[in-house]
T-cell receptor, first 114, second 114 residues
Framework: EPEVTQTPSHQVTQMGQEVILRCVPISNHLYFYWYRQILGQKVEFLVSFYNNEISEKSEIFDDQFSVERPDGSNFTLKIRSTKLEDSAMYFCASSDFRGKETQYFGPGTRLLVL | GNSVTQMEGPVTLSEEAFLTINCTYTATGYPSLFWYVQYPGEGLQLLLK?????DKGSNKGFEATYRKETTSFHLEKGSVQVSDSAVYFC?????????????FGKGTKLSVIP
């Protein structure tokens, strides 16, 4: 069964450093999402992406964040200058069309900012 | 805006007990409703969904009925197993209002003891 994959599974970085989180969505999906879950808290939407542009973004997704689909398979989330409060589990998701279809989630990348 | 409220956990049940996890929502229009499950150390997996009023989603013995009149989507299972121990998230998407992001509740941790 097709699945969303994410790399790395864990990343530790120093405050102020740039990190890139990578995702490979399900191959025939067209809509891509990033969410995060700070330890013990709810899953929060960051951004959605379709047709090589951002469809929606939350207040969390400020200028420190960017997304890109550099090729036909990868979808990346970049944090330019990490802060301690960026420590969280980051989930990528994809769906085959918008609206009422299901989003399929990857296993997540646990980011720890020291 | 959209919001999801689910019962506070943790919930501890004995094996074969009946499970109910309450979920209510606030949204304009006709959202789609979901239950996701997160097993320890893993990502989010779709458990079930319902896309219109009075629809019943079901999977692995779990059920939830979309009740528009009470804006609820309570999760039930008649006989829980130890393997059901996980965190359960209620979520909605509201494409009718122009938003495709998932809005999650805080999650309810379920522990099933033998």
């Amino acid at each position: 069964e097709p699945e969303v994959t994410q790399t790395p599974s864990h990343q530790v970085t120093q405050m102020g450093q740039e990190v890139i989180l990578r995702c490979v969505p399900i191959s025939n999906h067209l809509y891509f999402y990033w969410y995060r879950q700070i330890l013990g808290q709810k899953v929060e939407f960051l951004v959605s992406f379709y047709n090589n542009e951002i469809s929606e973004k939350s207040e969390i997704f400020d200028d420190q964040f960017s997304v890109e689909r550099p090729d036909g398979s990868n979808f990346t989330l970049k944090i330019r200058s990490t802060k301690l409060e960026d420590s969280a589990m980051y989930f990528c998701a994809s769906s085959d069309f918008r609206g009422k279809e299901t989003q399929y989630f990857g296993p997540g990348t646990r980011l720890l900012v020291l | 805006g959209n919001s999801v409220t689910q019962m506070e956990g943790p919930v501890t049940l004995s094996e074969e007990a009946f499970l109910t996890i309450n979920c209510t929502y606030t949204a304009t229009g006709y959202p789609s409703l979901f239950w996701y499950v997160q097993y320890p150390g893993e990502g989010l997996q779709l458990l079930l969904k319902a896309t219109k009023a009075d629809d019943k989603g079901s999977n692995k013995g779990f059920e939830a009925t979309y009740r528009k009149e009470t804006t609820s989507f309570h999760l039930e299972k008649g006989s829980v197993q130890v393997s059901d121990s996980a965190v359960y998230f209620c979520a909605l998407s509201n494409s009718g209002a122009g938003s495709y992001q998932l809005t999650f509740g805080k999650g309810t941790k379920l522990s099933v003891i033998p």
